[in-house]
Nanobody, 119 residues
């Protein structure tokens, strides 16, 4: 199983980035998995950012990103996206996509993509 995250980079505060995560080698069709984005900064625990349901009809967000970030998915292409607008320096982190959540434990993780927001 491989989750490949991409799209990170350096952006000024107020700017936008779109992260992508593609999945391959899953045991079941991509549409069978909720998909989640997390982020982590050095010295801190990994933080939930956003999650999307299997069909894409339901989404959940951390309070810190609500109204600024949008998670979406394309099941035909095995892709999940995180559109990040109005970025703040506090959004600087490595962003990870994850799948296969069972009782709160994720079986599959991507390698992470660095997002740096300059003030």
């Amino acid at each position: 199983v491989q989750l490949q995250a991409s799209g990170g980079g350096l952006v000024q505060a107020g700017g936008s980035l779109r992260l992508s995560c593609t999945a391959s080698g899953l045991s079941f069709p991509f549409s069978s998995y909720e998909m989640t984005w997390f982020r982590q900064t050095p010295g801190k625990e990994r933080e939930f950012v956003a999650r999307i349901s299997r069909g894409g009809g339901s989404t959940w967000y951390a309070d810190s990103v609500k109204g600024r970030f949008t998670i979406s998915r394309d099941n035909a292409r095995n892709l999940v996206y995180l559109q990040m607008n109005s970025l703040e320096p506090e959004d600087t982190a490595v962003y990870y996509c994850a799948a296969g959540r069972v009782y709160g434990i994720y079986a599959y993780w991507g390698q992470g993509t660095q997002v740096t927001v300059s003030s």
